[in-house]
């Protein structure tokens, strides 16, 4: 009967013995690879404490209690409007049937968001925003129709060296 040899390690060898839901295969990991995951692990149990170990400079001015400005600029209070005044929207809700073709517009739509401001320009689809809910089987595919109907100006800087390929 052959004589079965044993793999030699390197001096200074540890051998880390895996779950065995990970195979249960034997890794060899040298001293250093050792104290490195210790380091990293000392390393995360201390990076949450960082923060607030930070010094802030005493003519700082903190923004929301975590952001801070050292030049002393004061934040402009925001106008303060009367909060929970208007109802939550509900999107409409649309239920597709197998093997159909939903039909979706998306359109410029303006919209009060709060009882107090003025109506506001937004994206909406099938003329409301927000969109409407999607209700299906899970697993059963759907088909959706996605019409744009935004137009060819866009609110925000758009790159026009990106070309999309649209089907």
């Known amino acids: ?3 079965r040899l044993r793999p030699r390690r390197p001096l200074g060898a540890v051998c880390l013995a895996l779950p065995a839901s990970t195979g249960g295969s034997i890794a060899m990991a040298t001293r250093r690879d050792v ?6 692990a000392g390393t ?5 404490a960082l923060p607030q170990l930070k010094r802030v400079p005493p003519n700082a001015v903190q923004y929301h209690g975590h952001v801070t400005h050292h030049l002393g600029v004061q934040p402009q209070s ?4 009367a909060q929970f005044v208007d109802p939550l929207p509900i999107p409409p809700v649309i239920r597709p049937r197998p093997g159909s073709v939903t039909d979706i517009s998306m359109s410029p739509i303006t919209q009060k968001l709060h009882r ?3 109506p506001t320009p937004l994206w909406g689809c099938n003329g409301v925003y927000p969109g409407p809910t999607f209700e299906t089987t899970r697993g059963t595919p759907i088909q ?3 019409k744009n109907n935004l137009g060819a100006t866009h609110l925000l800087p758009v790159d026009s060296a990106v070309r999309l390929k649209v089907e």
């Not at 104290?35 to 990293?40: E, I, P, R, T």
């Not at 995360?44 to 949450?48: D, H, K, L, V, W």
């Not at 925001?78 to 409007?81: E, F, I, Q, S």
């Open 1 to 3: 009967m052959p004589r």
């Open 35 to 40: 104290l490195k995951l210790g380091a990293m």
């Open 44 to 48: 995360g149990m201390i990076a949450p």
């Open 116 to 118: 107090d401001l003025p």
């Open 144 to 146: 959706v129709n996605w």
């Open 78 to 81: 925001p106008p303060t409007l």
